[in-house]
């Protein structure tokens, strides 16, 4: 066989060179199924010398399909020590390529938090979303179900006994379950909750890890918990209390960055972290790495929770995804200074 001579290899060059038609290469690439495997191999063959890939746009364009997933991104909170999203972002783009898709990355427009994906369907311009506004009440979910857009959430529905979509999200009682238990290991008897307020669904579901675990060891949470903003500065103040009140010698906290103002408070004391008071974050974030004691914290798999993601979304869009799929998985703790007494 002779190769092209100049230019990009097109559909026709394969055809021309392999002997058969356009559309019998067009089934090499779509339907290989409907080819006899001596002509499918003929062609393949082609393909490769020619170094043939085939117009994407092109075939996007005839099929009505964009290979666009979307993700509503937020501004970045300011005082916090929260990038879990930034790595999440970063798991997901790469999920999506090598299951052929990219995402694109939007803002909403307004108050209305539907606005970013209404206009995105009226342009047909994405496959399907990735939604990660999960908080009780959220109407995305929703929205998107009534108008037949194909999605998966990040973080389960909360407000639904029975959920009509898919979701993946991280079990974050076995989290604090987690760094509870390591804390009783380490001697510690009284240990302190560090929260968020009753209207956080993901907060009650990490406040349950470290209240079951304190119970299952028999030893008393009263007066032991407390519930803020997430800011370093509403945790510093709650931390101060929780020392002069109840006298915990640990803390588990709902997020690394309530973790820092428990660190803020503890340097602003001269208390060792870890020595004197054991201090345990959720989320592994990069502040939790480089901080000078290093901060023990749950960490989420959220290189797994993108790609299954990415797997529910691909079976959604393949027309295999009838049944709304639920998948919980449990997240590792990275234990370093701040809650060894040694």
């Known amino acids: 066989m002779s190769k092209v001579q100049t230019g990009h290899p097109t559909l026709a060059d394969v055809a021309r060179l392999a002997g058969v038609s356009r559309q019998t290469v067009s089934n090499a690439l779509n339907n290989p199924d409907l080819l006899r495997a001596d002509t499918l191999e003929r062609v393949r063959q082609v393909i490769e010398e020619l170094g043939y890939s085939p117009n994407r746009a092109a075939r996007n364009l005839r099929m009505r399909s964009s290979s ?11 005082g916090t020590a929260n990038a879990a999203m930034d790595r999440f972002i970063h798991s997901l783009v790469a999920a999506s390529e090598q299951a052929g898709y990219h995402v694109l990355l939007f803002d909403g427009v307004g108050e209305d938090p ?11 311009a994405v496959d399907a979303f990735v939604v990660t506004d999960t908080f009780l009440g959220n109407p995305q979910a929703k929205w998107l179900h009534e108008h037949g857009a194909p999605f998966v959430a990040f973080g389960r529905p909360w407000d639904a006994e029975a959920p009509r979509h898919s979701w993946v999200d991280v079990d974050g009682a076995a989290g604090t379950r987690l760094a509870t238990e390591h804390l009783v290991e380490q001697g510690h008897t009284r240990i302190a909750w560090l929260g968020w307020r009753h209207d956080s669904p993901i907060g009650q579901d990490r406040r349950t890890g470290w209240e079951a675990t304190m119970r299952d060891h ?29 006298a915990p010698t640990a803390f588990v906290c709902a997020s690394d960055t309530l973790a820092m103002g428990v660190l803020h ?34 960490r989420q798999p959220l290189e797994d929770v993108a790609v299954e993601i990415v797997r529910i979304l691909s079976s959604l869009l393949g027309g295999r995804g009838a049944q709304p799929e639920g998948v919980l998985l449990a997240p590792t703790l990275a234990v370093r200074e701040s809650s060894l007494r040694a």
């Open 68 to 78: 666009l997933i979307g993700l509503r991104m937020h501004a970045v909170q300011e």
């Open 114 to 124: 539907v606005t970013g994906y209404a206009d995105l369907l009226r342009a047909t």
């Open 218 to 246: 028999g030893l008393a949470t009263d007066d032991l918990d407390a519930r803020v903003l997430d800011s370093v500065e509403d945790a510093a103040r709650a931390a101060a209390t929780l020392l002069d009140t109840a």
């Open 265 to 298: 408070t503890l340097w602003i004391r001269q208390i060792a972290p870890g020595r004197d008071v054991a201090v345990v974050g959720f989320d592994d974030s990069q502040v939790a790495q480089v901080f000078p004691v290093g901060l023990t914290s749950v």
